[in-house]
């Protein structure tokens, strides 16, 4: 039986967390550049990620797929990420933000890959690592 306080414990004796995130799937729709408030620029796009197929049993829902959000902010990565078509296959290297916004309806959020890297994948390079 884990300890309520274990993660903790890891902290205090001087251990780092650690919030690195690679994703590869596909591109679902055109990305987006969007310019906010503060003059930032940045490009969204959204990836299809299949799921494992090691799901447990008994665990509801039927959802083959996720779809994960990236957020592209150097330009390097911008430039890159307008390139992408719907459909182009791309690994993400990054970490995963929590954004917090006011919206009409009050107080929002939402989870995000602040993409680090992004490739495109082509034929002879496959998805998975080995």
């Known amino acids: 039986m884990k300890r309520r306080n274990e993660g903790m414990d890891a902290v ?3 251990l780092a ?3 690195e995130v690679t994703v590869g799937g596909r591109v679902s729709g055109s990305p987006v550049e969007r310019e906010l408030p503060s003059g930032d620029t940045v490009v969204q796009l959204r990836l299809v990620v299949p799921r494992s197929t090691r799901r447990p049993r008994g665990r509801g829902g039927s959802a083959s ?3 994960i959000d990236i957020a592209c902010w150097t330009k390097v990565l911008q430039r890159k990420a307008v390139r992408l078509k719907p459909g182009d296959f791309v690994t993400v290297h990054g970490a995963l ?3 917090f916004w006011r919206s009409s309806a009050g107080p929002a959020s939402r989870y995000e890959v602040e993409a680090a890297a992004l490739d495109r994948v082509t034929a002879r390079r496959p998805l998975t690592s080995t």
Do not use: C, P
């Open 17 to 19: 967390g650690v919030n």
């Open 97 to 99: 933000r929590r954004r």
């Open 12 to 14: 205090e004796a001087g």
């Open 65 to 67: 797929v996720d779809t």
